[in-house]
């Protein structure tokens, strides 16, 4: 195994520009290390994006916050920025794994990682975040978090690429919330979670919800979302909310042996959705 | 490790392997030294089926040892392995411990099914009203901190030291000494100390590839497994599923009782047939039955070999018993405390089936201080709507104190003698596993001798200068060991105190020992440790003595759980939120221990009730070999959990003391469950009641 650690951006891209088609990027190494430990007879030649100042940064500019990749799942539950702008990704990074796992496990590794159960993706989606990828050669681009996993375990980013960033859109008035269930209350893989953004003062914005691993990517619940918007105009059947919620599921999954609990489960964090909703707006 | 389930190894391609520099040898089928053994054996009239090879070449579960690397370094014996190409011939794998009863046994030469049967009384009633329940309990990891681990070497030139931190080194010693036809005296097995066991590392599981491998090359070999290793590879609590149906009158006595269980032992026999009919020998140690029948049928399937797994069947026998008394209460409308307290047994009953008497047997007690401090009749008609839905339950259970009465014999030995500095060594052939074992007995010794106990030092088992024990097994240790160093340190007192008496020229009567020091009839001081040097010079004598001890007695520890669990409703999860432990320990010894003993317990409990389970697909692939996958209770998820202990002293044990360490996990998933039945008025009996089972009852 071969592993180097640059310290700035232009040692990274150097890195990247040099020797691209071997390298594997690693930052908290919670899934990484496990794969590299499965397969001993693989030659691995790790970049370590951690010593990156500009990596880690967390600020808050031109109306947006700005997540920087090696942010951990830490940083992201006690930001006061993530906190206060982007509340879902925020208790859906104090929901990851254990205390041990939320200090190393980075939001660019998560995304990177391209996991259908990840917490944070569907956190980041309700809140139309995007992710910055920039290239060896220093090109950015720009790509939503909704299109960013494209497949079990696979992404957008090739070769040479790495994530930057995390850019969460701040908007006035906006409120977000996320919930997930998992075998038990904490150290758990979500078996279904839910994010929601919403604006409880402003009753002809925009409700977003996602439903996350039901799917490579979160799952966007249309029909529920005008359901919640109902419930913030003053009208809305909890229900038929969550009549909503389990069809989504439904449909996404078809004939799944899951579906059977899932379709259930959902309604159970709709549930608490609808009841926190309510509770702002009271 | 095979990868697959069922099937034979048809080559074997080292050749890559081979050229990871530090590496020394690859071992393949064709190292095994073609003698079958069976790792629980430990005495030679033992008839578990010899069934398991070193490295076999026809693999019967994902995980079984088909060879293995020797390197320099452990990076290299693994990226060895991972190199190395084994081509298979694959069965169809049995999965189903159900179906298992009548598929082809897949262990050549061996039954497919193993039956016993306990039997007493005059059989079922013909005009008795009768309930029938069906329960099955899963298929468990130990879920010790330490994975297994164990190395060996060349001693003396022909002496093997195998240093293991295991529960038997007497089974680890016949093992190796029938594989391998060394002289028994020239294999040294060293307990070393341990991360844990609960029974995992009870039967002889690395020790023999690892001193294969060192007899072969005369190097010292350390061999030890990860997660994923120790879970697949290693032993299991056995799944079992077990039918019982109760005979009783109107006004809810018990009349007869039968018990029919299928036991899922895995791959190999190991000691699975000796935890099959452990559940049968618990049956008639807790209520007073006139009649009972138990039938167990062992069976075999491509899944992880079971093995001893704390309670040694008590925990699936109770789980089954106490939720069936549950739904048959309910279901026959009796009081679910009234219905036991009619029938439980009573200090000084026999057990019907001639094992040896339940002595001072505290059930009742148990029961009733349980109810009365859980405020049970007050939380057991909660009003139970909306989302999340209460209730609570409760079990009994015993379990018993060591080997007597069984076709195992139980003994030991232990050596005991003060030294120059009035320091005391006992030498004693016990297993600490973590759970305070060397602590009690020097806590034993130092009472009777009186001085502080870090004055007393406790060997460990040594096959070569430790005195004869079973092993740390069948929760004896306290109540048989603990006996034996009791009377031990009674011994060696009254032989100090003639000793000094011989030197001072004393009366017996006239010496007290008091807290490290000798005083004499006149007021005189002196220190034990001077008093040893005067016996020394004066006597030509060591303070010391040897004692052989065998118990008579073989009595019941008992107890009961109270479970309080809230139900999501939507999501299906379970919480226990309040909990209470009351257990008959005769005399606690150690407290603080103890009550560390029981908070285990019902972590292992409830994890057997509503989360843990081992599962393989169809092709006999583990499906949750990390612990990421399968999910043990952490703390977020435990409840409070109150003590209550039963003190009221076991003739036979140290100061009254009897045992604790496996009691404490037996009742409490049936606890669990009946709280979950009771919150939401199912019968649910299939654990554990993960969340999709639970939506399931609930919403068909």
Known sequence: MRACRPSSLDELRSVLGSDGEALKLIAGGTDLVIEVRAHPEREYSLVDLTSIPELSLISVEARQLCVGATSTHRDMETSPSVIKHATAISMAASSVGSTQIRNRGT???????????????PAMACLEAEAVVESCTGNQTVHSIENFITGRNSTVLEKGQFISSIKIPIREGRLSWFAKVGSRRAVTISKINLAASFYPDIPNKPVKIYIGAIASSPTRASKAEEELSRLISGSGCKDSFLRALSDTVADTIPGRSSLPYKREAIKGLGDQLWDHVKEVLR | MSSVANGKVLSIDSSKALKVPGVIKIYTPEDDPGISFNSAVFLPDQTDRRDERVFTDRPIFVGDAIGAVLAETDQAARKAVALIKVEYEEYEPVIDPVKALSAQSFREGHPQVIEGKISYGEGAPKDAISFETTVATPKIHHGAMENHVCQSYMDYGDVLVVESPCQMIFTVRYALSVLFKKPVNRIRVVKAPMGGTFGGKQEAVLEPACALMTLDTGRPVRLS???????????????????????????????????????????????????TMAMGKKASRLYRIPSQTFKGHTTFTNTTPNGACRGYGSPQIHTMTEIHIDLLARHLNFDPVDIRMKNLVYPGDLDPTGAPPLGNARIRDCLAIGVESFRWYDRVNMVNNGRYRKGVGLACCTHGNGY???????????AMRFCEDGSILVNAGLHELGNGTTTTIGQIVAEVL????????????????????????????TYVCGACALELAEKLKARFISQIS??????????????????????????????????????????????HYAPDKNPASFGVHLAEVEVDTMTGLVRVTDFMAVHDVGKAINPKLLNGQIYGGVQMGIGMAISEELTYDRKGQPKNSSLSR???????DMPPVEVILVEENEPGGPFGAKSIGEICTVPTSAAVINAVNRALGTSLTDLPLVPERIIKALRG
């Open chain 1, 107 to 121: 939001v660019g590794g998560n995304l990177a990682h391209g996991s259908a159960a990840a917490d944070t993706i």
């Open chain 2, 225 to 275: 497994m990860d997660r994923r290793e120790c879970i697949i590879g290693t032993r299991t609590r056995a799944a079992s599923v077990g039918k019982v149906t109760t005979f009783l009158d109107d006004q809810g006595y018990f009349l007869h009782r039968d018990i029919d269980v299928i036991s899922d032992v895995g791959a190999y026999a190991t000691g699975g047939h000796r935890v």
């Open chain 2, 404 to 414: 007597y009465g069984s076709p195992y014999p139980d003994f030991l030995s232990m």
């Open chain 2, 450 to 477: 009186d001085l502080s106990p870090d004055m007393i030092h406790v060997t460990e088992a040594d096959s070569q200068t430790a005195p004869s024990d079973v092993g740390c097994v069948a929760s004896r240790v």
């Open chain 2, 502 to 547: 011989q030197v001072l020229d004393e009366p017996r009567e006239k010496i007290l020992l008091r807290d490290g020091t000798v005083i004499t009839r006149s007021g005189e001081a002196f220190s034990y440790g001077d008093m040893v040097c005067r016996i020394a010079k004066t006597l030509r004598q060591e303070v010391g003595d040897y004692l």
């Open chain 2, 630 to 636: 399968y999910h043990m209770i952490n703390a977020p």
